[in-house]
């Protein structure tokens, strides 16, 4: 790259994008760093809080790079809590990490970027993008396996690889902190975000509640016999097994969830595998792969990767698997190349 | 790099002669003015002197100003000291603000809300003034304390203040009048225009003094708790040790920017005029916010059509040219703001609505930059737009 091309990075004040940002600003590139309002009152703590605004800014600050703050917290509200409100409150299992991905990072981020005529956006995300011979982008899966990420990313498509930078994708974690050591940031041993930035695991579904109607219902087995009540779908995902209410025995798992008659379906271990994904809004980084293509999917982040085969919009497994919740992302890959993916149905 | 400086409401440069007069204080005369030796002599003399020349200027008595940490506090104090005063004294607890008030207004009164008083927020007009009709309804002899500004921080407009103070004394005889005059000093004759209210806030960074000092006058028949409570300083009225060099430079400023005064607003007023008539000019479906013969000397608040006013300030910065846009919270973020909502500006009215103000540092130069970045700026940031708009 010799022209000196103009960069918005996405900085989270962690440590992924702050290593994001010094890493484009040595290769050459004109960086401008953005940290998104997304949640919360002025003083909250959690993901972009003021103290995470704050490292963000110093670390900008410490590059000599301009820093600037977006407030994209109604955007935020309409494009990824609502959904996942209504998603738990329909009995489906929502990513919100991913919504938030496609809808404010490559959404309205994305669009601000090009407003402002940047030529390029950058995340701290660990993920490759690789320009192929003839010109188009591949998503690759991250230096580091394990923390790869191009599962949340599954959604990016030609017009968004094109104009996007992924630094840090090309190293492990041990790297990319070396780098943030060795550059004096200040954010070198920060710990990880690891839950939703606008809830804890612990409190999802009173924060369901206080947002949506629900109800409480029945728990029944597989033949429809009713064995417990419960208060509430919104508290189960396929795959649960605890809080089932049922007494002990043979371990008993969520194997459905159907929302309308108020219902969770419990089974056994092996009533809760399946050999056949149906999805929907299935997207692909490049043109789909024509009739039936062999794949590798992965139905969580971080997940293991099964085989199978795509046909239509049914994904049938090699071997059996865990049911994948609906609402769930399924991303399919050809070895570590990220082809596309879908919500499960 | 320096840019162009269009930011004055948000704070202006310091005058030098308010850095040399507040610099012995820091460096020779640190003593506590409250101490009974030479040294601190010294330090209370200055104080006191200051004090004298802030009472000059804003038409008070020495022993009404109350010098604070900040505009804030000044309104803090104002707000919750006087409202919670009358009420121990049995004396109404009806609070009446308008709603594009400061939030140094607006969160007292949020916070005496929920210690049970009475509250009522006023809409403003499209002008850019408070309602009158509503606060005439909204004022009754529970009333305690009204508070309503001297100057819009964020449309720039001057406000009926002597209309307000009539509305008071006619229907809530009990009350005291309390106005914000943090945007008037470098505009306004504030002894005169203040002359109807009993607390009156500035803060001296808006007319080229240090952040950090506020102050407030108190007229000397107003009951007023204290919020910060200790060593009784300032008469009880606001304890802490008092900045000796923030009074100083606060008092020379205050001098220097009431006797430039007549000069500096016929200046900026020039200057500020030359920018609105070179923007429209310029620029397509653009507007001037309020009315704008209410507006002091240093303001332009202006809005563009199909334009996002966040992107416009970072696409202005990127050029050199620093204004703001709504109201900043503390991470930096902009937030859509609360005055325009209350004078009845549709969303779409208010998205491209962008606040230049103008000061003592602004130049001839400083408006031909501005008018040689901002056209090009809002036009490219227009084309951009619609070609991603979906």
């Known amino acids: ?345 | 790099m320096s840019g162009v400086y269009l930011d004055h409401a948000a704070s202006t440069p310091m005058l030098a002669e308010a850095v040399a007069a507040m610099t012995p204080f820091l460096t020779q005369h640190h003593a506590n003015s409250s101490g009974a030796h030479g040294a601190a002599r010294v330090a209370k003399t200055a104080l006191e002197e200051a004090r004298e020349g802030v009472a000059r200027a804003l038409g008070a008595a020495v022993g009404e100003v109350v010098f604070t940490g900040s505009g804030t506090e000044a309104d803090n104090l104002a707000v919750e000291g006087a409202a919670r005063a009358a009420r121990d004294a049995g004396r109404g607890r009806g609070v009446v603000t308008c709603r594009f008030e400061h939030k140094a207004v607006l969160a007292p009164v949020d916070r005496l809300e929920h210690e049970g008083f009475a509250v009522r927020r006023v809409g403003a007009t499209r002008a850019g003034t408070v309602d009158l009709d509503a606060l005439a309804d909204a004022l009754d002899p529970d009333t305690s304390v009204v508070s309503v500004m001297l100057v819009n921080n964020e449309v720039g407009t001057v406000q009926p203040l002597a209309e307000v103070a009539a509305l008071v004394r006619d229907r809530a005889p009990r009350a005291v009048l309390h106005t914000d005059a943090v945007q008037a000093v470098p505009w306004l004759d504030v002894a005169t225009a203040t002359r109807v209210a009993s607390l009156v806030s500035i803060s001296a960074h808006k007319f080229g003094g240090p952040k950090g000092t506020g102050a407030l006058v108190a007229r000397d028949d107003v009951a007023l708790q204290p919020i910060i409570e200790g060593g009784g300083q300032e008469r009880g009225r606001r304890a802490g040790t008092v900045d000796v060099a923030g009074a100083v430079a606060t008092a020379r400023a205050l001098e220097l920017t009431t006797a430039r005064r007549d000069v500096e607003v016929a200046r900026v007023a020039g200057l500020r005029d030359r920018l609105l008539d070179g923007l429209r000019a310029a620029i397509d479906d653009v507007f001037e916010t309020g009315d704008p013969t209410r507006k002091v000397a240093g303001s332009a608040h202006v809005a563009f059509r199909g334009v996002d006013a966040e992107l416009l300030v970072v696409a202005l910065d990127r050029a050199g040219v620093y204004v703001s846009a709504g109201s900043s919270c503390s991470s930096g973020a902009s937030q859509s703001s609360h005055v325009l909502e209350a004078m009845g500006m549709t969303p779409e009215e208010r998205r491209g609505a962008i606040r230049c103000s103008l000061g003592h540092a602004s130049t001839d130069a400083d408006v031909d930059r501005a008018l040689d970045v901002i056209p090009g700026v809002v036009t490219s940031l227009r084309q951009r737009v619609a070609a991603v708009a979906p």
Not at chain 1, 47 to 65: I, N, T, Y
Not at chain 1, 103 to 127: C, N, Q, S, V, Y
Not at chain 1, 209 to 232: F, I, K, L, N, Y
């Open chain 1, 1 to 345: 790259m010799t022209d000196r091309r103009d960069v918005l990075v996405a900085m989270s004040g962690g440590v992924d994008s702050s290593v994001a940002a010094a890493l484009l600003l040595e290769a050459g590139y004109a960086v401008t760093g953005v940290t998104l309002r997304l949640w919360g009152g002025a003083t909250e703590s959690g993901c972009c809080s003021v103290s995470d605004v704050e490292d963000a800014r110093r670390v900008a600050a410490q590059l000599g790079v301009p820093h600037y703050v977006f407030n994209l917290t109604d955007e935020f509200e309409r494009a990824v809590v609502a959904p996942y409100v209504d998603a738990y409150a329909a009995g489906r299992t929502p990513n919100p990490c991913v919504e938030c991905n496609r809808t404010i990072k490559f959404g309205a981020l994305a669009e601000r970027a090009d407003a402002l005529g940047f030529d390029a956006i950058a995340t701290g995300h660990h993920a490759r993008v690789v320009e192929r011979r003839d010109g188009t982008f591949a998503l690759a899966r991250g230096a580091d396996r394990a923390k790869d990420q191009s599962y949340v990313l599954y959604m990016l498509g030609q017009a968004e690889l094109a104009r996007t930078l992924l630094p840090v994708g090309e190293l492990t974690k041990a790297d990319v902190r070396a780098h943030a050591s060795r550059l004096g940031l200040r954010t070198a041993g920060k710990d990880e975000s690891m839950d939703v930035c606008f809830v804890r695991r612990e409190d999802r579904r009173t924060f369901v509640r206080e947002r949506a109607d629900t109800r409480g219902g029945t728990v029944v087995d597989t033949a429809g016999r009713p064995v417990a009540t419960h208060d509430g779908i919104e508290g189960f995902t396929i795959g649960q097994r605890r809080g089932l209410g049922v007494a002990a025995g043979e371990p008993r798992y969520v194997v459905g969830v159907d929302a309308e008659a108020a219902q969770v379906v419990i089974g056994s271990a092996d009533e809760l595998l399946t050999d056949r994904v149906a999805l929907r809004d299935l997207t692909w980084t490049d043109s789909r792969p024509a009739g039936s293509a062999r794949v590798q999917a992965q139905t969580r982040a971080h997940g293991p990767v099964v085989d199978g085969r795509l046909e239509e919009r049914v994904l049938h497994l090699d071997a059996r698997a865990r049911r994948v919740a609906p609402g769930q992302v399924v991303a399919l890959y050809e070895g570590d190349v990220l082809l596309g993916g879908g919500i499960a149905a």
